[in-house]
């Protein structure tokens, strides 16, 4: 078929089509890549309230359609500046709505709502020691407060043995249309999130639980890597991410490179001598995916200069001593999975959603982790409370986390007898300018 009849027939065809047409062959990418049908598109979609004829001169971004326009540019000129444009304003409009924050957690309100309109999805993408991709699409979502749990599985998985990285991403359509659905097999863009070495993943990782069916590993940050027991092969693959930049990172970073947040601006203070010590905000989630134990909002915790030791502020939020504060766990602790024939819950872990906002109310440290329960040997010294004591640690280069529970056997409930932060005092004086 002649050329001129091709290019007649691509110029009725939209933007994603003329993409997908350019695939076919090399003929059809040089044909899909004429100036003259981009430019026809970049105008009526980007200015649909003028004619490009109409259009004034005084314009910095003036669109004409006459020789210069269309000659003086190399091939697919105009295809780039639509594709350029059509992102800007969709990445302009979907970061339009981070700004609404909820005051309750300092974090965006309108996640769901973004993520409806920017099409937002989440894949994995698991790396064998070949080279070869396996992608896994099509994820459950989970949404808590604070946080949004994504759960893979299937029966198509890789051999384990054989597989070297798994990567995290964020996936939205290259030109998202909010009149249609969102195509996977259209064009797409793809944000690295994270990356994690599966590699001696039982070495590597930490042992979260286990129940008759799987074994949870988890690899920081976030991710939990349920095994079969005995086969050595994947059950699914769970991914715990918490709001705070999180549609930054599923939507600005690329395929290569993950997103970067600005870096803060320390506010000084020469007048207050314990500035960055004090009013701090925090909200506590405990969920195992499914299900809610514990859900909790905690305001002026402080620590004293004298009380900083080996480089960690401490904040306390449940005191040990004082039982007026200590809180019920509803339910028993665990992290509920399934895959496409069972389903199960690994007891005595659960996920932890955690955001510490600073005295402005900023989000200033947060995380969504596994955390794993341990049977302390040490008994309860609290005469309100007689029962076997657990801990639960929680450790990241931003700080730790220090839980306490004590398990009422004639209730069968958990009891947190003491939470404690450990705030690095290097993140403490890198977002204050202060010298603890």
Not at 180 to 204: C, D, M, Q, V
Not at 211 to 233: A, C, I, R, T
Not at 347 to 363: I, N
Request: charged residues 20%; contains cysteine; hydrophobic residues 40%.
């Amino acid at each position: 078929m002649p050329s001129e009849m091709l290019l007649k027939i691509f110029s009725y065809l939209d933007a994603v089509s003329l993409l997908a047409v350019g695939c076919v062959n090399k003929r059809f990418h040089e044909l899909a890549n004429d100036n003259g049908i981009w430019l026809k598109l970049y105008s009526s979609s980007l200015h649909p309230k003028r004619t490009i004829w109409k259009m004034k001169s005084k314009q910095t971004e003036t669109v004409s359609l006459g020789c210069a326009a269309l000659h003086d540019k190399g091939p697919g000129y105009w295809k780039k500046e639509y594709i350029f444009k059509k992102t800007s304003a969709f990445k302009t409009r979907v970061m339009r709505l981070v700004k609404f924050l909820d005051p309750y957690t300092g974090l965006p309100c309108k996640n769901k709502e973004a993520m409806k309109v920017s099409g937002l999805s989440w894949i994995i993408v698991l790396k064998d020691k070949n080279g070869k991709e396996h992608v896994v699409e099509k994820p459950n979502l989970s949404f808590k407060d604070t946080s949004l749990t994504v759960l893979w599985h299937g029966t198509d998985w890789p051999c384990f043995d054989i597989l070297s990285t798994l990567k995290l991403f964020g996936v939205t359509p290259l030109l998202p249309d909010q009149s249609i659905p969102p195509n996977n097999n259209g064009p797409r863009r793809f944000s690295l999130i994270a990356e994690y070495h599966l590699a001696n993943l039982t070495e590597n990782s930490v042992v979260v639980g286990a129940d008759e069916l799987v074994q949870l590993f988890s690899l920081s940050p976030g991710l939990l890597v349920g095994m079969w027991k005995g086969k050595n092969e994947i059950a699914f693959v769970m991914a715990n991410l918490h709001y705070n930049h999180l549609l930054e990172r599923s939507i600005l970073g690329s395929a290569t490179v993950q997103y970067s947040p600005p870096p803060n601006r320390p506010l000084l203070d020469d007048i207050d001598s314990e500035y960055g010590l004090h009013d701090y905000r925090l909200h506590l989630d405990l969920h195992g995916r499914n299900c809610m134990y514990l859900c909790g909002s905690f305001k002026c915790l402080f620590c004293r200069k004298r009380d900083i030791e080996n480089g960690y502020v401490r904040l306390v939020v449940v005191n040990l001593k004082d039982n007026r504060k200590h809180l019920p766990i509803i339910g028993t602790l665990g992290i509920c999975w399934e895959t496409d024939v069972f389903k199960g819950n690994v007891k005595d872990c659960f996920v932890m959603d955690l955001t510490l906002l600073d005295e402005t109310g900023m989000p200033f440290w947060c995380f969504s982790d596994p955390v794993r329960m341990e049977l302390s040997t040490k008994s309860s010294g609290l005469y309100d409370y007689m029962g076997h004591v657990y801990t639960a640690d929680y450790a990241d280069s931003e700080g730790k986390v220090c839980v306490e529970f004590v398990w009422l056997e004639e209730t069968k409930e958990y009891i947190i007898v003491s939470l404690v932060l450990y705030v690095s005092t290097k993140k403490v004086n890198s977002w204050y300018g202060t010298n603890y």
